[in-house]
């Protein structure tokens, strides 16, 4: 069975840094592409980050980047997104997600698996 567990949401200032993390499980994940994307109430899924199977290529949303760093451990078997410079436009649900084949179609929310999602909420 497929899982994908975010963790390490909550509630921050705005300036602070947060750090996701996604634990994968059920498939074999250094074959995957990973993601980060978001949603917040009303608005529309975004794509935020990816990385490639073996970490030689990462893509950022216009939105974030400069301010967050996607990575992966493949020993670990867990994605991670380091957000800093928070701002309270970038509350919402974060999800992770995996893609077998050609990373840049993730940009286009086309994943394989799909994680629940933790929130992110940033005061001001």
């Known amino acids: 069975q497929v899982q994908l567990i975010e963790s390490g949401g909550g509630l921050v200032q705005a300036g602070g840094s947060l750090r996701l993390s996604c634990a994968a499980s059920?498939?074999?994940?250094?074959?995957?592409?990973m993601g980060w994307f978001r949603q917040a109430p009303g608005k529309e899924r975004e794509f935020i980050a990816s990385?490639?199977?073996?970490?030689?290529?990462?893509f950022y949303g216009d939105s974030v980047k400069g301010r967050f760093t996607i990575s992966r451990d493949n020993a670990k078997n867990t994605v991670y997104l380091q957000m800093n410079s928070l701002q309270p436009e970038d509350t919402a649900v974060y999800s992770c997600?995996?893609?077998?084949?050609?990373?840049?179609?993730?940009?286009?929310?086309?994943?394989?698996?799909w994680g629940q999602g933790t929130q992110v909420t940033v005061s001001s």
């Open positions: 997600a995996a893609r077998r084949q050609v990373q840049s179609y993730m940009i286009k929310g086309q994943v394989d698996y």
């Open positions: 059920g498939f074999t994940f250094s074959n995957y592409h």
């Open positions: 990385v490639s199977r073996s970490v030689e290529n990462t």
